[in-house]
């Protein structure tokens, strides 16, 4: 399987060791800044944990975009450090993705529920079925069970592999299939087209906010909506 964070970080980092890495003030190679100084391996920019704070004017944060904060790989510790940093700077509206959502409940759930302390907080996972959607839609409300929890709570379907019909956790999905559809083992385009169709008139029906990103253009030409509740996706 493609990834492009995978690839972007090897580009620029290497291979890596496997191994887990912090560091403590930017990291240069050959005498330039790099970002990705042990390529993929999971590095924790412990340094950075302080720019939220830092920033004055309210923004929208995708917070581990090329990673996974919620990772089986990522220790408790940093989470723990990285979700107390987000509510040090709560003017800011952060947005969380995770493909691993069964660990979300360690941090949130009946116990100290630290998401509760972060009043913008916008929880996903990503999907590509209906079962993975059902147990992510499971994960997220036990992480976040309450109506008083501040988490709100997200579906990424990306790439669609079939119609979704949803529960009632998420708030808003985004939808989307493969961007190079020739290059995978994927359905053919028409089933694809009726599953987007079908997943986004259902979301709709149950007052989820859609987004539907660029490569459905690529299964049908129908128009789809294009809304973000925090503003820019």
């Known amino acids: 399987s493609y990834c492009w964070a995978e690839a972007m970080a090897r580009r620029y980092g290497g291979e890596g060791a496997g191994v887990l890495h912090v560091l403590y003030g930017p990291a240069a190679i050959d005498g330039r800044a790099n970002a990705y100084p042990y390529g993929f391996d999971p590095t924790f920019h412990q340094y950075r944990l302080g720019d939220p704070g830092r920033k004055t004017k309210a923004a929208v944060i995708g917070v581990c975009f090329t990673s996974d904060l919620f990772g089986a790989w990522v220790p408790a510790e940093w989470i723990r450090e990285l979700l107390g940093a987000m509510a040090a700077a709560p003017r800011h509206t952060y947005v969380v993705l995770t493909k691993n959502p069964r660990r979300l409940a360690e941090f949130g759930s009946d116990g100290e529920n630290l998401f509760n302390a972060i009043p913008n907080l916008w929880l996903g996972a990503t999907v590509t079925n209906q079962a993975q959607a059902d147990a992510a839609e499971v994960a997220l409300c036990d992480a976040a069970p309450y109506k008083h929890d501040t988490a709100r709570k997200w579906l990424s379907i990306e790439p ?34 009726d599953a987007i169709a ?35 996706l």
């Open 160 to 193: 669609i592999e079939g119609r979704i019909v949803f529960l009632t956790a998420a708030e808003f999905v985004a939808v989307g299939g493969y961007n190079k559809p020739e290059m995978h083992r994927y359905p053919a385009a028409g089933y694809i087209a």
């Open 198 to 232: 079908d997943t986004i008139d259902d979301a709709e029906a149950c007052g989820i906010l859609v987004y539907a990103k660029n490569n459905v253009e690529l299964y049908t030409a129908r128009a789809f909506p294009r809304e973000v509740p925090w503003g820019t």
